[in-house]
């Protein structure tokens, strides 16, 4: 069983930064890709950024330059810093990780509110 738990989320206004981070827990745990996922309401969960084991990223057009993902493997831990938030990234922002002997797994979901 693989258990994440993600923190982070909250209410910030237009412009300003936030930082999400996302923990695996799990025996024997051995994780190959992460990412961060997000939901607005009435819209399809989109990929906002992806990392893999090795560090090599992508990110949605529509955060390029403004978000960053990263990930500490020793802590089996991912984030998503977030600089230069927009009402339009009001969402509920959810992690995903491949785990190499289970699949992929879902964290519980973390709501970001920008205001404008």
């Known amino acids: 069983q693989v258990q994440l738990v993600e923190s982070g989320g909250g209410l910030v206004q237009a412009g300003g930064s936030l930082t999400l981070s996302c923990a695996a827990s799990?025996?024997?745990?051995?994780?190959?890709?992460m990412a961060w996922y997000r939901q607005a309401p009435g819209k399809q969960r989109e990929l906002v950024a992806h990392?893999?084991?090795?560090?090599?990223?992508n990110y949605a057009d529509s955060v390029k330059g403004r978000f960053t993902i990263s990930r500490d493997n020793s802590k089996n831990t991912v984030y998503l810093q977030m600089n230069s938030l927009k009402p339009e990234d009001t969402a509920v922002y959810y992690c995903?990780?491949?785990?190499?002997?289970?699949?992929?797994?879902w964290g519980q979901g973390t709501q970001v509110t920008v205001s404008s």
């Open positions: 799990g025996s024997n745990i051995r994780i190959n890709a």
């Open positions: 990392i893999t084991r090795g560090g090599s990223t």
């Open positions: 995903f990780l491949d785990e190499v002997w289970r699949g992929g797994h």
